[in-house]
């Protein structure tokens, strides 16, 4: 067994912060890439953060801690002429916090160093919410049937009342999912209904049985406030982002008016 500090003396000078590489960042390792180790048995708290670095070729991790990736990540000097070039924190995923449940459910990116910049930060963010309308477009035109123009004119027609209602749709499914995943102990099962989720939320991917677990969660929720209008709207939401109806106009869904013009795809 090998023992690294990373702790600096108090004497020591200080050094100066790395800047980046230039040229791009590398795209982040897959969940799957950077798996926990199996601890020994006699391990009762193992570290549950890493910071894992890049090597040039991939991503390998290059040591376990107890919340300090950040810490080693300054010490090594991770940037333009340190150690690494580029390295990221990864730690345990706690989905539910807010409901007082700390039950971990696989490894989720925590940081990344050297820190992105504004510009960075920005493209990526533009980047996601690129990917995720792609995504939707390319969902509705494989369930409906349509090309990908006559979705995206489909998705301009119908407008912000469209898109909520799809929304909706998207939403009590995932609910569904959820109280699926509540139901189930501690394992990878559980993990594998929570990385379900997640394909369906940023991806649109349905599960298998997606209206039939929605009418479940549906026809069990129990809401003082809820009405009847209010379920009959999440059932439509659910049908029409499982399979878009072929005439949204003369099926009355959110979005289309009878008065307008027909719908009619970009040439």
């Known amino acids: 067994m090998v023992r690294n500090s990373y702790v600096r003396p108090l004497d020591a000078p200080e050094c100066p912060r790395p800047g980046a590489v230039p040229g791009p960042r590398p795209a982040s390792p897959d969940r799957a890439e950077i798996p926990e180790p199996l601890w020994r048995g006699s391990e009762t708290n193992p570290p549950t953060s890493s910071l894992v670095v890049w090597t040039g070729t991939g991503w390998r991790t290059l040591v376990w801690t107890d919340c300090q990736a950040s810490s080693i990540a300054a010490a090594i000097g991770v940037g333009a002429g340190g150690a690494f070039a580029w390295a990221e924190s990864w730690g345990p995923r706690h989905p539910d916090p807010d409901l007082h449940d700390w039950t971990q459910e696989g490894r989720e990116l925590c940081a990344r160093f050297p820190d992105p910049t504004y510009a960075e930060r920005s ?145």
């Open 123 to 267: 493209a990526v963010f533009d980047a996601e919410r690129a990917a995720q309308e792609n995504a939707l477009v390319a969902a509705l035109a494989d369930r409906g049937g349509l090309t990908r123009e006559e979705t995206t004119a489909r998705l301009e027609r119908g407008g912000a009342e469209y898109r909520e209602l799809l929304d909706v749709g998207q939403a009590t499914i995932c609910r569904a999912l959820h109280t699926a995943r509540r139901a189930l102990p501690e394992g990878p099962e559980r993990i594998a209904v929570r990385h379900a989720i997640d394909d369906l939320m940023y991806r649109h991917v349905l599960p298998a049985d997606a209206e039939r677990i929605a009418g479940a969660q549906l026809d069990t929720e129990i809401e003082a406030t809820r009405s009847p209008a209010v379920t009959a709207w999440c059932w439509r939401a659910v049908a029409e982002y499982v399979a878009p109806v072929a005439d949204p106009v003369k099926a009355g869904v959110e979005g289309f008016r009878p008065e307008g013009q027909p719908y009619r795809a970009n040439a």
